[in-house]
């Protein structure tokens, strides 16, 4: 049965395992149920930071640590799932204005060609609507979507987190 602590309402079981995705979950509810106070919304938001913090700081060790091992003793297989190891490889064009211009030469000026060459949202807008003016009316889209956005102090870091067991995941992922 749900009962409240410091003002969230937490089920029993969630505080007696106390794991920081338990109580999450927990508050969670409070807030969609639309009854959270601000200070409930606030404190919710310096938890969600602290928790990416963690989560980051976790997942790189995990990486860097399930990489070292693989390398060291090879792929590992349990049923159908598969981990391994493999580069991760980036390219980055160099010379923006001697690539376009080459492309142009080789192509004798196919615009379609050249275009087939870019990457996605390959244009800067904010600079080809200057360079363009009124013609680049049509040419971009604006989205807009709503974000939350907090300033005035940063989450504190999560020093340890708790194990966090099956039951809480499975929870989490309803």
């Known amino acids: 049965m749900p009962r409240a602590v410091d003002g969230w309402v937490w089920n029993t079981a969630s505080v007696m395992q106390a794991t920081p995705l338990s109580v999450a979950v927990d ?5 969609e149920s639309g009854l959270a106070t601000s200070d409930q919304i606030l404190e919710a938001s310096e938890f969600v930071d602290a928790l990416g913090a963690a989560y980051r700081q ?6 860097q640590a399930a990489v070292a091992y693989i390398k060291a003793n090879g792929e590992i297989r349990s049923g159908e799932r598969r981990l391994w190891v493999e580069p991760n490889t980036t390219v980055k064009c ?3 204005k001697g690539t376009l211009q ?3 030469e080789v192509t004798g000026g196919d615009l379609e060609a050249v275009v087939g060459c870019l990457a996605s949202d390959a244009w800067k807008q904010g600079q080809t609507r200057k360079v363009l003016g009124d013609r680049a009316e049509g040419l ?3 989205k807009v979507t709503s974000k939350v956005k907090s300033e005035g102090g940063e989450a504190k870091e999560v ?3 708790q194990d966090v067991n099956y039951a809480d995941v499975k929870r989490f992922r309803k």
Request: aromatic share 8%; charged share 40%; proline share 0%.
């Open 27 to 31: 508050a969670l509810d409070v807030l």
């Open 102 to 104: 080459a492309l142009l």
């Open 94 to 96: 160099t010379d923006v």
């Open 140 to 142: 971009f889209e604006t």
């Open 159 to 161: 020093e340890r987190l």
């Open 58 to 63: 976790i997942k790189e060790r995990y990486e």
